[in-house]
């Protein structure tokens, strides 16, 4: 996952968050990235004022799961 035209890739908190946001741009897939795996990898993430989380990229070995429907 790259952050293409945006300065960061931007990740939620938890799947209720990512669900809110991703349905604002159509049907929204979640996909669950093994965070602590890639902190530990050396890999940098920063937290915004409004909870938001930001890397600059996720290799695909760290994306764990693919939520493709939502309730």
């Known amino acids: 996952?790259?952050?293409m035209s945006r300065n960061h890739v931007h990740l939620s908190k938890d799947w209720q968050?990512?669900?809110g946001v991703g349905?604002?741009?159509g049907k929204p897939v979640?996909?669950?990235i093994d965070c602590k795996e890639?902190?530990?990898n050396g890999y940098k993430f920063f937290l915004s004022?409004?909870?938001v989380w930001f890397?600059?990229?996720v290799p695909a070995k760290y994306i764990a799961e693919?939520?493709?429907?939502y309730p």
């Open 30 to 32: 979640v996909l669950t």
């Open 38 to 40: 890639m902190a530990q």
């Open 55 to 57: 890397t600059d990229s």
């Open 66 to 69: 693919r939520h493709m429907d």
């Open 49 to 51: 004022a409004n909870g």
């Open 17 to 19: 968050t990512a669900l």
């Open 1 to 3: 996952m790259r952050k």
């Open 23 to 25: 349905k604002r741009h």
